[in-house]
């Protein structure tokens, strides 16, 4: 898309699909999300997320994540981690541990290792020993790796897609709001529809309900058309034609602003004006082309349709909008030569655009993440036209809710009358909610519902980054959790030590594999220096000893205030088998 982009921008026409390898593998080793222009020395002291300083990566046991400074190492680590207890890789625990981190087997990022995977199983096998496992993940391991060492941007991505789970059943009783029917075919959807999905910055994915059903992007196509705009040229040529300025008014609305142009291009008036503005020298269908193909890229190839159906019944019904086109070409709006004909026509092509949730939330990722399509890397809008955009679907995306919306969600947003509303949470992620019924304003009430409840629970919106908010779940700490005034020092490490403790106790291995995931530190012990060791062996749960002893690297000698190690308990309490693999573990430590 940028190859058309005339030479307005520096720098920028750059392809981010991927970081040469070497400049990953050092992202791999700092301790922080991969910024691969800063490499760190993995020899240096790591501070660990909540500020303490780990000893150098030669003296921490190789199984911790930290510790990994090669691809070989990381490929060795991810092995260990999701290997069975006859050494091998069972393919579906494979694509459930992706799954868990958010990575889809539609990924295109993946391509290689599905596909390899696919080869596999053809030949009927569903277990992949180390060689196997090498051959599969090789072409993607530093994806994987990073998602597995929990250097996403939402790092534990299972536990934050059951609170959005729970705030999608919170809406479903939401039955007030009327479908729109001023377009024929809108008033054919059912209003029990509902869906929401979301997509990182990094590409995790999650959807729940309705998500994958083909509905009309209407006018959550205007942000979209309008950063194609200012992305081909310019915000100065596009703000000769068009105002950055609230209505007011309904989105349909007869007015202008005090400058003669329609107030903003996320309402009607607007929107049909930049249509004339895109490649006005090609042919229509050329022109309708292109704007198909920049929201294909933005939704990294997955599903962008075009419902004809919507745009003849439209075409029918659109008085207002050619009231609205002739008043505009009436107040010499419009470029010269303009077609006003082939104007409204692309306008009301451009609304007739089918997306699902799934592929819309990963068109608002892109918006999320400054032009750049997290699946694809792809850059497919201008940094610069990103902001401007994100800076309109703040101040006027939800027509006149739009001030309330700001207020009370803080997020730039944009809705249509099929019932989406598109969700930019910058440098974090997309979502993209759809239920068909609206309020008196033209937004979806589930829609709404669902945005107050995520800003309601996690700190998203635009002023919670305040010093001194009030508490709310910040996702993208490891522990779901900022606490007012207090270290985070604390609370992240007591929870590391009840998530890793209780793990233990309940023989929960997939838990503890998440632990490990996130780094922590599995030898952690509460105040009587009990470890996971300790009370997995008094309970007896031999895969948890196995898995904390052989993946971990957990010490089987560790003592608690009573100077009692492991073995200890597991005699004590009569388990035999965790006493023998214990006993195995001293002998082979001499
Ligand atoms: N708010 C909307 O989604 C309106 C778009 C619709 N195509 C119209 O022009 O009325």
């Given at each position: 898309?940028?190859r058309?982009w005339?030479?307005?921008?520096?720098?920028?026409?750059?392809?981010?699909?991927?970081?040469?390898?070497?400049?990953?593998?050092?992202?791999?080793?700092?301790?922080?999300?991969?910024?691969?222009?800063?490499?760190?020395?993995?020899?240096?002291?790591?501070?660990?997320?909540?500020?303490?300083?780990?000893?150098?990566?030669?003296s921490?046991?190789?199984?911790r994540?930290?510790?990994?400074?090669?691809l070989?190492q990381l490929?060795?680590?991810v092995f260990?981690?999701?290997?069975?207890?006859?050494?091998?890789?069972p393919?579906?625990?494979?694509?459930?541990?992706?799954?868990?981190?958010?990575?889809?087997?539609?990924d295109?990022r993946?391509?290689?290792?599905?596909?390899?995977?696919r080869?596999?199983?053809e030949?009927h096998s569903?277990?992949?020993?180390?060689?196997?496992?090498?051959?599969?993940?090789?072409?993607?391991?530093v994806?994987?790796?990073?998602?597995?060492?929990?250097?996403?941007?939402?790092?534990?991505?299972?536990?934050?897609?059951s609170?959005?789970?729970?705030?999608?059943?919170?809406?479903?009783?939401?039955?007030?709001?009327?479908?729109?029917?001023?377009?024929?075919?809108?008033?054919?959807?059912?209003?029990?529809?509902w869906?929401?999905?979301?997509?990182?910055v990094?590409?995790?994915?999650?959807?729940?309900?309705?998500?994958?059903?083909?509905?009309?992007l209407?006018?959550?196509?205007?942000?979209?058309?309008y950063?194609?705009?200012?992305?081909?040229?310019?915000?100065?040529?596009?703000?000769?034609y068009?105002?950055?300025e609230?209505?007011?008014?309904?989105?349909?609305?007869i007015?202008?602003?005090?400058?003669n142009?329609?107030?903003?291009?996320?309402?009607?008036?607007?929107?049909?004006?930049l249509?004339?503005?895109?490649?006005?020298?090609d042919?229509q269908s050329?022109?309708f082309?292109?704007?198909?193909?920049?929201?294909k890229?933005?939704a990294?190839?997955?599903?962008?349709?075009?419902?004809?159906t919507t745009f003849?019944?439209?075409?029918?019904?659109?008085?207002?909008?050619?009231?609205?086109?002739?008043?505009?070409?009436?107040?010499?709006?419009?470029?010269?030569?303009?077609?006003?004909?082939?104007?409204?026509?692309?306008?009301?092509?451009h609304?007739?655009?089918?997306?699902?949730?799934?592929s819309?939330?990963i068109i608002?990722?892109?918006?999320?993440?400054?032009?750049?399509?997290?699946?694809?890397?792809?850059l497919?809008?201008?940094?610069?036209?990103?902001?401007h955009?994100?800076?309109?679907?703040?101040?006027?995306?939800?027509?006149d809710?739009?001030g309330?919306?700001?207020?009370?969600?803080?997020?730039p947003?944009?809705?249509?009358?099929?019932?989406?509303?598109?969700?930019?949470?910058p440098?974090?992620?997309?979502?993209?909610?759809?239920s068909?019924?609206?309020?008196?304003?033209?937004?979806?009430?589930?829609?709404?519902?669902?945005?107050?409840?995520?800003?309601?629970?996690?700190?998203?919106?635009?002023?919670?980054?305040?010093k001194?908010k009030?508490?709310?779940?910040?996702?993208?700490?490891?522990?779901?959790?900022?606490?007012?005034?207090?270290?985070?020092?604390?609370?992240?490490?007591?929870?590391?030590?009840?998530?890793?403790?209780?793990?233990?106790?309940?023989g929960?291995?997939?838990?503890l594999?998440?632990?490990v995931?996130?780094g922590m530190?599995?030898e952690?012990?509460?105040?009587?220096g009990?470890?996971?060791?300790?009370l997995?062996?008094?309970?007896g749960?031999?895969?948890?000893v196995r898995?904390?002893?052989?993946?971990?690297?957990?010490?089987?000698?560790?003592?608690d205030?009573?100077?009692?190690?492991?073995?200890?308990?597991?005699?004590r309490?009569?388990?035999k088998e965790?006493?023998?693999?214990?006993?195995?573990?001293?002998?082979?430590?001499?």
């Amino acid at each position: 898309m940028h190859r058309l982009w005339p030479a307005l921008y520096h720098g920028v026409q750059r392809q981010y699909r991927f970081f040469p390898v070497c400049q990953q593998i050092t992202c791999l080793m700092s301790s922080k999300p991969g910024d691969p222009t800063k490499p760190s020395d993995p020899l240096t002291k790591n501070e660990t997320e909540n500020g303490e300083d780990t000893v150098s990566a030669t003296s921490v046991p190789p199984s911790r994540p930290n510790a990994i400074s090669s691809l070989p190492q990381l490929e060795d680590w991810v092995f260990r981690l999701l290997s069975n207890q006859q050494g091998r890789v069972p393919v579906s625990e494979f694509h459930k541990a992706l799954r868990e981190v958010g990575l889809w087997e539609n990924d295109p990022r993946l391509r290689e290792t599905m596909a390899n995977l696919r080869k596999l199983q053809e030949s009927h096998s569903s277990f992949l020993d180390r060689e196997t496992f090498s051959k599969c993940i090789t072409e993607n391991i530093v994806l994987i790796g990073r998602a597995f060492q929990s250097k996403f941007v939402i790092p534990k991505f299972s536990e934050f897609s059951s609170y959005i789970d729970k705030m999608y059943w919170s809406c479903v009783s939401q039955k007030n709001g009327k479908v729109a029917d001023y377009i024929p075919q809108l008033a054919r959807f059912s209003p029990d529809l509902w869906g929401v999905a979301l997509c990182t910055v990094d590409g995790q994915r999650h959807s729940i309900g309705d998500s994958d059903k083909p509905f009309c992007l209407q006018s959550c196509v205007k942000p979209l058309v309008y950063a194609t705009a200012v992305s081909e040229l310019g915000d100065k040529t596009v703000h000769k034609y068009v105002g950055t300025e609230p209505s007011g008014r309904s989105f349909n609305e007869i007015a202008l602003n005090k400058y003669n142009q329609p107030f903003n291009p996320m309402i009607n008036s607007g929107a049909i004006l930049l249509c004339s503005l895109i490649k006005p020298e090609d042919h229509q269908s050329d022109r309708f082309d292109h704007i198909l193909k920049v929201l294909k890229a933005a939704a990294g190839d997955d599903f962008v349709g075009f419902s004809n159906t919507t745009f003849l019944s439209e075409k029918a019904t659109s008085y207002r909008n050619f009231a609205l086109a002739y008043y505009l070409k009436e107040n010499q709006c419009f470029p010269p030569k303009t077609d006003l004909m082939e104007a409204l026509d692309l306008y009301l092509q451009h609304c007739s655009v089918d997306i699902t949730c799934e592929s819309g939330a990963i068109i608002a990722a892109t918006l999320a993440n400054g032009g750049v399509c997290p699946l694809t890397g792809e850059l497919v809008f201008h940094p610069d036209a990103v902001q401007h955009t994100l800076s309109l679907m703040h101040s006027c995306g939800m027509y006149d809710y739009s001030g309330q919306f700001a207020f009370q969600v803080g997020l730039p947003a944009k809705s249509g009358v099929s019932g989406g509303i598109m969700l930019v949470v910058p440098s974090v992620m997309g979502i993209m909610c759809w239920s068909p019924p609206l309020d008196s304003t033209g937004n979806s009430v589930r829609g709404l519902h669902f945005c107050k409840e995520l800003v309601s629970t996690f700190n998203f919106h635009h002023y919670d980054n305040l010093k001194y908010k009030s508490k709310k779940l910040d996702p993208r700490r490891h522990s779901l959790y900022t606490m007012r005034g207090r270290s985070f020092r604390d609370e992240s490490r007591s929870q590391q030590i009840i998530d890793i403790l209780f793990a233990a106790y309940n023989g929960d291995v997939t838990a503890l594999r998440r632990c490990v995931m996130l780094g922590m530190d599995m030898e952690v012990t509460d105040y009587d220096g009990r470890t996971a060791l300790h009370l997995a062996a008094a309970e007896g749960h031999v895969q948890v000893v196995r898995f904390l002893l052989e993946k971990c690297g957990v010490r089987h000698d560790l003592q608690d205030r009573w100077g009692q190690v492991p073995l200890d308990d597991a005699v004590r309490f009569g388990h035999k088998e965790t006493e023998e693999i214990l006993r195995k573990a001293q002998e082979q430590s001499g």
